[in-house]
């Protein structure tokens, strides 16, 4: 049987938010007497499909405060795939890999290490920059989206040197965890994948992206876009491991096929390490 047309849409917002649309109560049932309740302690309510506007106007208020009140005005943004580890982490699964197919996991684990020695060291030259910094608005902190990987390199750099460290965290239907490197009361959760992608933006001066899957070239097409149709101020794009990005993206294909102009490619920049990436930066801003 072939697929067909829906009357409604399959996966609406309130299913992926894992919330059932309130039913008519009959009179006398504990759901009767939510009417009493404030309307901003009553849950059933603010989950309501009505007030969506409500929720994604909260969960872009709440991290802009959070983040206001510890002073922090601008962000060096890392985003990079999660399945990179750490060299003692490849190193134990490799030791206790016994299956086939943890072994071929491990090994592939190996390659990966040096992307997250990369952008751990890059977290720290960023902090040591920071630290010498007496103003905030002379500082440029490390924000990732809190998970594993490159996020929990990059952060750890940071952290390990004694500056803040922020993590962007995402609900997903297996739970993306924050790793252990991020500064308390700047790990935010996030439900909505829009304004999570719009806090990365609001501070950024700077985004640097590692090599990646879907989720890391969704993030850095949605800047390039909104650097490219003139909607932000333009900053530096820095993408970390050229062979990488012209293997898998082959942005001179874009040229040759006239989807994209040759100036377009101004936007971006490409390092092989985290030292060039932060002189990049620190050339751009005139830090040095």
């Known amino acids: 049987m072939g697929n067909t047309l829906r009357r409604t849409t399959p996966v609406s917002i309130t299913d992926l938010a894992k919330l059932s649309e309130p039913s008519a109560a009959a009179p006398g049932s504990s759901q009767a007497h939510d009417s009493y309740k404030f309307a901003y302690d009553d849950d059933a309510f603010l989950s309501r499909r009505e007030t969506l506007g409500i929720r994604f106007e909260l969960e872009l208020l709440k991290p802009d405060l959070l983040l206001r009140e510890m002073g922090i005005e601008n962000t060096v943004v890392v985003f990079g795939s999660t399945r990179f580890y750490s060299p003692e982490r490849a190193a134990e699964m490799l030791q206790k890999a016994s299956a086939p197919s943890e072994k071929i996991a491990a090994e592939k684990a190996q390659k990966g290490t040096h992307f997250y020695d990369s952008a751990r060291r890059f ?58 490197y991020l500064t308390p009361g700047l790990s935010i959760r996030f439900h909505y994948f829009a304004l999570r992608k719009m806090h990365f933006m609001i501070r950024a001066r700077s985004i640097v992206v590692y090599p990646g899957g879907f989720g890391s070239l969704d993030e850095l097409f949605e800047v390039v876009t909104l650097m490219q149709t003139n909607k932000v101020e333009r900053f530096p794009i820095i993408l970390v491991c050229k062979s990488f990005w012209d293997e898998v993206l082959g942005f001179q294909k874009l040229i040759d096929y006239g989807v994209i102009d040759a100036a377009d490619m101004k936007l971006i920049h490409f390092v092989d390490t985290a030292e060039e990436a932060w002189d990049y930066i620190a050339n751009w801003y005139e830090l040095n």
């Open 123 to 180: 977290g720290s030259l960023v902090a040591q920059y920071n630290l010498k910094q007496a103003s905030n608005a002379d500082k440029l902190v490390i924000c990732t989206g809190g998970g594993p990987g490159i996020m929990e390199a990059a952060n750890r750099g940071a952290f390990e040197m004694g500056d803040l460290s922020i993590g962007f965290n995402i609900s997903l239907p297996r739970e993306q965890t924050p790793n252990p």
